[in-house]
């Protein structure tokens, strides 16, 4: 009976034990073979902090950027590299209470600790590895012929593997002075690898490294360096790691396979993943499989199983994340689904090259496609009409409250969205290149050919038309029938309901400044407010264009956008600060990497950050926590924010996230 048992718990039938979801898309994740702790990190710069059995034990959120990080094997020590013009390192105890707080070394890109949390080793991309003590004090140096990729310690005697991206693998032997205060690294061995390196992997004693060669497959090292051959999947191996004797190998392809293998390189089992892995840890003994993926997907695999009838299914066939069903929690936000989704398109290049636009009061989502054809639809995801046939060329779409204009360069359809009607404006234009819209108390706001600027009714009227000298940079309506536009030779040109010109301000000509309408009823409230790019200044003008406030930022802008009250500018990094119209600062946010950010504000008057990256749709707070993100099984394509939703092209299909509490499930096609 023992030897029939011993049978069962030897065959190798794996099974997923648990699954959890970081809260934005997973950056990377490493395992604590002793203490079993699983950490993790996400593009949110949150850090998590697992149990083996996949319950949250402690979560915190740094406040720069998440270079890398890594948790000794007894779970004393983490370490992280965070960025914040200058690289930091932070060392934390197993309950993330910070220790030491100190600066990096330059370039520092990667971390290794030992297993019993005593030592550092940071690398850095100017080939240079720093030993620090877990007290912060730097104990010794070394100096590699290559900035090293990959770094691992040898868990049973004093010993770092270290491996370049390309070309070079090295050994280094550690031994300290005599009065223990400075470590003497020595070089004991260095071999070429005609090869990239993706992972690297050390059993316990150091008697089997692993280099996932991508191509080349699995190479395979002693202690002393000497290649004792590779293992080859059949696939592109990115991720391969021993357990502790070294009996047993994890490896993951590019492809999303996930294989296990024996010491000779004997598959055992493989499964193909719904997407590849990023990350991946084995346990000490070769029980389980930890793995993450890049849509934040944590997943431990039990290897083995005496019953595996009564277990989950393996990751091939588990649920994904973006699979039907309800959202799926995570530790603050969720994953969610669209609220609807319709096919809208009947080709790629026409979901690439959509425009979209929210209007407010009432909510409906615009589709501009080509070739001229514009789709309304109301918020619940039905198609309320189509727009007319149209000439010209370009695709624009402007909205104000209870109106929305679709317009080509040569004609403009107007849509009154409270009695669902529309019409075409009645008038001859040509190249048109800026186009501003309110209906009730204005009219329409026009620019051809870049230097003609004029305003117009719906019905399609002429109430002025000027020439100017220079072209246009921006243009906005203001209150009480004003017009303003600034111009390539630097000028904040203001327009009375009459089309009379008054040049009050004078910009560098080589930094034409954006422009929108603010507040003017306020208390210092700016009646329009202008951003000069490269001279990095917001300044805000009463309704003549006088000057009444200036205010310096930190970067370059790239973006001027007004949501609610406030004023939102974006740097081409997606740092982000929101400014009232009296030019008071009420929220900030840190780059984002993107320049294509989107912005709302929620029930609560706060800016909310709605980024598109990869196969994410993420919202978050401009401080960078998560609100929710959705994950895309087709490609994303363009989207557009408002204050009730976000709606965005996934695949061919218009889709629909609601900004207002719960989801509205609809059953609604597109007729």
């Known amino acids: 009976m023992v030897e029939h048992n011993a049978r069962i718990a030897t065959k190798l039938n794996p099974w997923t034990a648990w699954t959890t979801v970081a809260d934005a898309p997973l950056r990377g994740l490493a395992l604590a073979r002793e203490a079993g702790r699983i950490l993790a990190w996400d593009e949110a710069n949150e850090l998590y902090l697992f149990s083996a059995q996949g319950e949250m034990l402690s979560t915190i959120r740094a406040a720069h950027r998440i270079t890398t990080a890594a948790i000794s094997d007894d779970g004393s020590l983490i370490a992280l590299l965070t960025e914040n013009g200058q690289p930091e390192l932070h060392l934390l105890t197993s309950d993330f209470e910070t220790q030491v707080v100190r600066p990096a070394p330059t370039e520092a890109a990667l971390l290794s600790l030992d297993p019993h949390g005593r030592y550092v080793a940071v690398g850095s991309r100017l080939s240079t590895v720093h030993m620090i003590s877990k007290y912060g004090r730097t104990c010794g140096r070394i100096d590699t012929i290559q900035p090293l990729a990959h770094l691992c310690f040898v868990a049973n005697r004093a010993f770092l593997?270290?491996?370049?991206?390309?070309?070079?693998?090295?050994?280094?032997?550690?031994?300290?002075?005599?009065?223990?205060?400075?470590?003497?690294?020595?070089?004991?061995?260095?071999?070429?690898?005609?090869?990239?390196?993706?992972?690297?992997?050390?059993?316990?004693?150091?008697?089997?490294?692993?280099?996932?060669?991508?191509?080349?497959?699995?190479?395979?090292?002693?202690?002393?360096?000497?290649?004792?051959?590779?293992?080859?999947l059949g696939g592109t191996v990115s991720h391969a790691v021993p357990d502790f004797p070294g009996r047993t190998i994890a490896a993951a392809t590019l492809e999303g396979e996930l294989a296990i293998l024996n010491s000779a390189g004997n598959v055992r089992w493989r499964t193909r993943l719904t997407r590849p892995v990023i990350a991946i840890e084995m346990d000490a003994l070769g029980r389980f499989v930890v793995f993450g993926h890049s849509t934040g997907e944590i997943l431990r695999l039990e290897l083995f199983s005496s019953d595996s009838e009564s277990h989950g299914p393996p990751p091939a066939l588990a649920r994904s994340v973006t699979s039907e069903g309800p959202a799926v929690r995570t530790s603050s936000g969720a994953i969610r689904q669209p609220d609807w989704s319709i096919p809208v398109v009947k080709s790629d290049d026409q979901a690439e090259t959509a425009v979209i636009a929210i209007s407010e009061d009432p909510v409906r989502i615009g589709l501009f496609t080509s070739p001229h054809r514009f789709q309304l639809y109301s918020r619940e995801g039905r198609l309320l009409g189509e727009g007319p046939p149209m000439v010209g060329v370009g695709r624009i779409l402007r909205t104000a409250?209870?109106?929305?204009?679709?317009?080509?360069?040569?004609?403009?359809?107007?849509?009154?969205?409270?009695?669902?009607?529309?019409?075409?404006?009645?008038?001859?234009?040509?190249?048109?290149?800026?186009?501003?819209?309110?209906?009730?108390?204005?009219?329409?706001?026009?620019?051809?050919?870049?230097?003609?600027?004029?305003?117009?009714?719906?019905?399609?009227?002429?109430?002025?038309?000027?020439?100017?000298?220079?072209?246009?940079?921006?243009?906005?309506?203001?209150?009480?029938?004003?017009?303003?536009?600034?111009?390539?030779?630097?000028?904040?040109?203001?327009?009375?309901?009459?089309?009379?010109?008054?040049?009050?301000?004078?910009?560098?000509?080589?930094?034409?400044?954006?422009i929108i309408p603010g507040r003017p009823t306020l208390a210092m409230g700016a009646a329009w407010i202008t951003l000069s790019r490269r001279q990095q200044q917001l300044c805000g003008h009463d309704l003549h264009g006088n000057p009444l406030w200036n205010r310096p930022l930190p970067w370059e802008g790239w973006s001027l956008s007004q949501i609610g009250d406030l004023i939102l500018i974006a740097s081409a990094e997606g740092a982000v600060h929101a400014i009232d119209v009296a030019g008071t600062l009420r929220h900030e946010g840190p780059p984002s990497g993107l320049s294509s950010d989107q912005f709302a504000v929620d029930t609560q008057g706060r800016p909310l950050r709605i980024s598109r990256r990869s196969v994410h749709l993420i919202c978050s707070f401009l401080d960078g926590r998560v609100r929710w993100r959705a994950i895309g099984e087709q490609p994303l394509g363009p989207y557009a924010a408002g204050a009730a939703g976000v709606a965005i092209m996934i695949g061919r299909s218009l889709a629909w996230f609601s900004l207002e509490g719960s989801a509205r499930p609809t059953n609604e096609t597109n007729p």
């Open 401 to 514: 409250p209870g109106w929305l204009a679709a317009a080509t360069d040569r004609q403009v359809v107007l849509y009154d969205l409270r009695r669902n009607t529309k019409q075409r404006l009645d008038a001859s234009l040509a190249e048109l290149t800026h186009l501003a819209i309110q209906p009730d108390d204005y009219g329409l706001a026009l620019v051809q050919e870049r230097d003609r600027v004029g305003r117009i009714t719906p019905s399609g009227r002429w109430v002025w038309k000027k020439e100017l000298r220079s072209p246009v940079e921006d243009l906005a309506i203001g209150s009480e029938g004003s017009t303003a536009v600034t111009t390539t030779d630097g000028e904040l040109i203001v327009f009375d309901p009459g089309g009379n010109p008054e040049i009050r301000a004078m910009f560098d000509p080589s930094d034409p400044p954006l």
């Open 161 to 232: 593997v270290g491996a370049a991206a390309f070309g070079m693998l090295i050994g280094i032997e550690l031994s300290w002075t005599r009065d223990g205060t400075r470590m003497v690294p020595d070089l004991s061995w260095q071999d070429r690898l005609m090869s990239n390196v993706g992972r690297l992997g050390v059993s316990g004693d150091g008697g089997m490294i692993l280099t996932s060669c991508y191509t080349h497959g699995i190479q395979r090292f002693d202690l002393q360096g000497r290649n004792e051959g590779s293992y080859h």
